[in-house]
């Protein structure tokens, strides 16, 4: 036998890979011919090489393997596999109802938490020189502790800019943004604003509308926000109109600026005046001026570093810049000036002991993990309601697979359905965004759009749902499609008894962050609770308080108090420097008998007139009050119990207390020690105070409505007497028990959001368990059937049915509870005056989660064994 | 009338095809075109021919039997189809009718 020669293989391979399958074979055949004959006439090696020139040869369109031959049987294929796909669903209209509510659920969630953290991320970024803009900082250190604060003492401002102005391209000292009365002809509002420097609309970028940013250069002039403008001016121009700040600071208005978004630190600034106005007017700011006073930590200085260098290298130049300056006895306090960067005053704002602790991020991290734990828990539904259901389309595979389905077309048909699933989820979750966005922004205080414009969010979102996709259905799409048509059809095929064990591991998972979120839902609102029900030390029903926030005000005590008791709608009137729900002035420098010399006597000063203690009602341990009997009074003090534990003095009442190290210090004598007055932060515990009477150093009014009538009726009874008396000032006040509840605000929100997503989290796990329990149930109707007929009740069918899911649950109750122990026990840690963790609520988690699955269960459990075993054995 | 053009080479293919009668594929129509014009014609050339010829439907094609010189392999025959035989005669009138009409005097090629 005459061995043939062979052309050459890798050109072979090479026609076959390029060629055209329904040309191939001709063309494969006239080259063998032609091959053969070439070898016999003229050798092998010259066949060959023509054999490839050949191939080579055929490297033409005509030739090649066409892509569009393709197109029309693909497209047909694709619209076949999601027509299937959507007939699958409107026939399983329940479980598609599940697993599309289930999904969108999360993704929903998902999607207003990412909006939120791009919210948070984005703040400030208004400001042009978001990444250079700081404002000053400074570190002390007292009685050990070292504190972070931004007040900063006035000769600070032209220290840094003479000495070290080359590092700073704009500065600007301030004040503190507040009410103020804005006056225009008869318009009269409170606004809230700043008095800057001219460098400050430069560094913030605001976006002048009328006028010049300029404008601050002159003393005398205001820069108004448009809303503000709009407000005081309606149509007519604002520029260059004469008005008035507090009812005495005559000024011109210069510009007006874009509103500041809500998303900004500065969003409340509705004017900025000049620094150089609020000097001149202020004899307090003149003497920390003239006096050089580095102590006198009470103003805010913003910057922007120069274009040439970084926060580090002005950190370490300025770092010194005030202990360098301060007296010798304030040396102590070991003063260090840095910039925090704008970039981090949202975010990480907080300090402890000299370090940076975080703040909102924190926020953004706790909730940026809910929201990937909820879509989690989602698509865990979906996937294990695919998996579970795909069991049963084990049949229409070896169906499929008989009539002459591909492995490729069956995985293609499997996904296209676990696609067009989530693709419903996912448009059905931007209907529910854009419908609960309003209510999110109200709970969240957020102005927070949805981001159609952002292809980011596009990207995300349809990144996100094709990803579900294509994990929740791989598992039908990869393992099904390899079943062998013969043992499915015949029967033979059983999923192996392991096959449930990945979905129960994940009805656990879920289970466990639902009662995770629960319990911690629990302990927030516990928190909350707690500190609202905290002794506060005075009696806050029917006390209003009022700023004194122009000079009328001041000089009409007894007026006014004569004329608001003689109306009856007050019970009492007093005046005292701080707000009842807060402290504005800590002093130190305080002497006494038997003090540490070591010891930094830093008191809150409050200064009150007559009758304060029995109109807020405080409540004495020792001692007496104020009175009007004692013409001594004038320098008299009243301490509270942390102030005495702080001094460390027995008997206190009757000693005295020296303000100041000088000989003619004022001497104070202790007449009363009251107890523990809350009016700082609820979670922290009460500072040591000190209470002076003073009829000047006063900043607001406390009125005591008369209970006697509706608080409606006595505002308007007040209101009348302020108008009589001080016209020039809007009548604004504020309820001492609203402003207390204000305190709250940030975790009453986010105990709020966090119940909501607690809520949805074991909504959706639940569906997808009773998802699970009708499909469990379904599969089992042959053995009920059976079970029944031998004599089994319902409620032992209903067991046997609930027992698995039940199970399950107390798995994750066992993970759940040390994981949510720890982490809010972590949580409570911050807070000073905090709840404990007590067992019950763990126990109520326990007991509701258990219910609640019970419930889910039991509907398909009962609806199961409720049915006729005829009917359910009769076809076989 | 459409026109329908045909390049030269695509001609002469058809023109083979139409000479080989049954026997007409790959091999035998390449082979006979050397045969006849003396030039060679690769095979890739002469399929693309085909293929264009039988897309402007002027070649019909069925698979023939396989032999064992070309490895068990089908060959594909061709036959011209009735348009290819219009074609062919069209051309061959147009370009009876033109050689019809040169003068004599304008004959230098043919006067060796």
Known sequence: ?876 | MKRIYLGEFEEIVLLTVAVLGDGAYGVSISDAIEEQTGRSASLSAVHAALHRLQEKSMLHSRMGEATAERGGRRKRLFTVTALGNRTLNEIRTVRNRMWDSISPQNFPAVSI
């Open chain 1, 1 to 876: 036998m005459i061995k043939r020669t062979q052309p050459p293989r890798w050109a072979s391979r090479l026609l076959e890979w390029f060629c055209a399958d329904h040309l191939l074979e001709e063309i494969r055949g006239d080259l063998e011919e032609r091959f053969q004959k070439n070898a016999a006439l003229f050798g092998e090696r010259s066949a060959k090489r023509e054999y490839v020139a050949n191939v080579l040869g055929f490297m033409r369109p005509f030739a090649w393997k066409e892509k569009s031959s393709t197109p029309l049987y693909t497209q047909i294929m694709i619209s076949n596999y999601f027509k299937i796909a959507f007939r699958n669903l409107v026939k399983h209209k329940g479980y598609s109802s599940i697993n599309i509510v289930g999904l969108a659920t999360g993704m929903t969630v998902a999607i207003l938490i990412g909006l939120w953290i791009y919210d948070e991320l984005s703040y400030d970024k208004y400001h042009k020189n978001y990444d250079r803009v700081a404002q000053l900082l400074q570190y002390q250190t007292s009685n050990g502790n070292e504190f972070a604060e931004v007040a900063m003492p006035f000769p600070l401002g032209p220290e840094l800019k003479n000495k070290y102005g080359s590092h700073f391209k704009y500065l600007s000292m301030a004040t503190w943004t507040g009410d103020n009365i804005l006056s225009f002809g008869d318009k009269k509002m409170n606004k809230k604003g700043n008095f800057m420097e001219p460098d400050f609309p430069k560094l913030a970028s605001l976006k002048m509308i009328h006028g010049s940013e300029d404008g601050l250069k002159e003393q005398n002039s205001i820069l108004l926000s448009e809303s503000t403008a709009k407000a005081l001016f309606g149509e007519t121009d604002p520029v260059n109109q004469l008005m008035k700040i507090n009812n005495k600071l005559d000024v011109r208005v210069t510009g007006v600026y874009e509103d500041l978004p809500y998303n900004t630190e500065f969003r409340e600034l509705e004017f900025i005046s000049t620094w150089a106005l609020f000097v001149s007017s202020e004899p307090w700011v003149q003497r920390a001026r003239d006096q050089n006073q580095w102590g006198n930590n009470s103003f805010q200085i913003f910057a922007q570093i120069a274009d040439n260098t970084d926060f580090e290298t002005v950190n370490k130049a300025i770092l010194n810049a005030k202990l360098n300056n301060v007296a010798d006895d304030e040396k102590k306090y070991k003063a260090k000036i840095q910039l925090h960067p704008m970039s981090e005053w949202h975010l990480r704002s907080n300090w402890e002991n000299g370090i940076q602790t975080g703040g909102a991020i924190e926020y953004v991290w706790l909730f940026g993990v809910v929201g990937v734990f909820v879509l989690i828990l989602a698509c865990i539904n979906f996937m294990n309601l695919s998996t579970a259901r795909s069991e049963k389309r084990a049949k229409e595979v070896g169906i499929r697979k008989a009539i002459g389905s591909v492995r490729g077309q069956l995985i293609s048909q499997f996904f296209s359905e676990s696609l067009l699933v989530v693709l419903i989820a996912f448009a059905l979750s931007l209907v529910m965004v854009q419908l609960s966005l309003s209510w999110f922004n109200e709970v969240a205080d957020k102005k927070i759009e949805i981001l159609w414009t952002n292809p980011f969010f596009w990207i995300a979102g349809i990144g996100f749902s094709l990803f579900t996709g294509l994990i929740a259905g791989s598992y039908p799409a990869l393992y099904l499609s390899s079943f062998q048509p013969v043992k499915v059809l015949k029967g033979t095929f059983k999923a192996g008894r392991f096959a449930s064990m990945p979905r129960k591991a994940l009805v656990v998972l879920q289970f466990t962050v639902s009662v995770t979120l629960i319990i911690g839902t629990i302990i927030v609102y516990r928190q909350i609770q707690h500190s609202k029900n905290r002794p506060v030390g005075y009696n806050r029903d029917g006390l209003v308080m009022i700023q004194m926030s122009s000079p009328d005000f001041y000089g009409k005590f007894d007026l006014l108090r004569n004329e608001l008791k003689s109306s009856g709608a007050v019970e009492e009137m007093v005046e005292c420097s701080s707000p009842l729900t807060g402290v504005w002035s800590n002093s130190g420098g305080f002497q006494w008998q038997g003090k540490d010399p070591e010891l930094d006597a830093d008191f809150a000063t409050v200064w009150v007139t007559h009758d304060f203690g029995k109109t807020v009602g405080w409540e004495f341990k020792e001692g007496r009050d104020f009175s009007r009997d004692f013409s001594t009074d004038t320098s008299a003090i009243v301490l509270n119990e942390a102030a005495v534990r702080f001094m460390g003095i027995k008997d206190p009442v009757g000693q005295t207390v020296k303000w100041g190290s000088d000989k003619d210090a004022p001497n104070f004598k202790i007449v009363g020690v009251i107890r523990d007055m809350l009016m700082d932060s609820p979670y922290e515990p009460v500072k040591q105070a000190v209470y002076m009477l003073s009829p000047h150093n006063v900043n607001w009014i406390v009125l005591k409505l008369n209970p006697a009538k509706s608080a409606s009726e006595s505002l308007a009874g007040a209101e009348k007497v302020f108008k009589k008396l001080i016209p020039a000032a809007p009548f604004d006040y504020k309820f001492a028990s609203t402003e207390f509840a204000s305190k709250f605000d940030a975790e009453v929100r986010i105990g709020k959001l966090a119940s909501v997503f607690a809520g949805l989290a074991i909504f959706i796990s639940c569906l997808g368990l009773f998802g699970l329990a009708s499909f469990v149930a379904e599969q089992r109707t042959k053995e009920i059937g059976v079970r029944k007929v031998l004599g089994a009740s319902v409620f032992n069918l209903w067991k046997l049915l609930s027992k698995d899911f039940v199970m399950l649950v107390l798995i994750s109750l066992f993970i759940a509870i040390p994981v949510a122990w720890y982490f809010m026990n972590d949580w409570l840690q911050k807070y000073d005056y905090r709840t404990d963790i007590s067992w019950w609520i763990f126990a109520v988690a326990g007991v509701g989660s258990l219910f609640i699955t019970l419930l889910t269960v039991s509907y398909q459990a009962i609806k199961a064994a409720l049915m006729n075993p005829v009917k359910t054995l009769k076809s076989e």
